[in-house]
T-cell receptor
Framework: DAGITQSPRYKITETGRQVTLMCHQTWSHSYMFWYRQDLGHGLRLIYYSAAADITDKGEVPDGYVVSRSKTENFPLTLESATRSQTSVYFC??????????????FGPGTRLTVL | GESVGLHLPTLSVQEGDNSIINCAYS??????FIWYKQESGKGPQFIID?????DKRQGQRVTVLLNKTVKHLSLQIAATQPGDSAVYFCAENIGGAGGTSYGKLTFGQGTILTVHP
């Protein structure tokens, strides 16, 4: 199906384990983003990518690693999960307009629990 | 309207009424604004956007108003329906830096809209 998908939708892991959240979009959008959503903090940007092999930090990047070898995929890895990383994670993509300011389209989210 | 903290603003309306959701944005340099709707267990869904060179934009049953003087954004929903019940977020785009062609969105905390049949 066309659109933006995330997997897994739910994940429970233990402190110290490595976890990778997957994001895939079929629109060939240049820009992709990872957010986390926590009560009281809204949506906060973790990492973003302007194109394949181009990534940069957002507001809360510590403890996370991203890669983008292909335009359509943007995996997010928690190298050593901590309880504070329990959250709902959203991936988004954007076509990208000259001068900035484009609509970001969001995936369904991954609910991650770190025990 | 939007606020920072653990308690989201709430708006409760009757089906058929008009709803107005408010948002105060932070950066006078913001030049692009988006309203998103988020239903329980789902990702944010685009509703409508507006650029800073406009004061008003209309969509299907929705209107966004922008007052740059007081840095205020509002979303009006006409004839609100139970299916409109959700959390509504405003987001502002500070603009791409150095000529880059994308900008990072900064989201408000959200407003919970509940529509009673």
């Amino acid at each position: 199906d066309a659109g933006i998908t995330q997997s897994p939708r739910y994940k429970i892991t233990e402190t110290g384990r490595q976890v990778t959240l997957m994001c895939h979009q079929t629109w060939s959008h240049s820009y992709m983003f990872w957010y986390r959503q926590d009560l009281g903090h809204g949506l906060r940007l973790i990492y973003y990518s302007a194109a394949a092999d181009i990534t940069d930090k957002g507001e809360v990047p510590d403890g996370y690693v991203v890669s983008r070898s292909k335009t359509e995929n943007f995996p997010l890895t928690l190298e050593s999960a901590t309880r504070s990383q329990t959250s709902v994670y959203f991936c988004a993509s954007e076509f990208g307009l000259a001068g900035g300011g484009g609509v970001q389209f969001f995936g369904p989210g991954t609910r991650l629990t770190v025990l | 309207g939007e606020s920072v903290g653990l308690h989201l603003p709430t708006l409760s309306v009757q089906e058929g009424d008009n709803s107005i959701i408010n948002c105060a944005y932070s950066n006078s340099a913001s030049d692009y604004f988006i309203w998103y709707k988020q239903e329980s267990g789902k990702g944010p869904q685009f509703i409508i956007d507006i650029r800073s060179n406009m004061d008003k934009r209309q969509g299907q049953r929705v209107t966004v108003l922008l007052n740059k003087t007081v840095k205020h954004l509002s979303l009006q929903i006409a004839a609100t329906q139970p299916g409109d019940s959700a959390v509504y977020f405003c987001a502002e785009n500070i603009g791409g830096a150095g000529g880059t062609s994308y900008g990072k969105l900064t989201f408000g905390q959200g407003t919970i809209l509940t529509v009673h049949p």
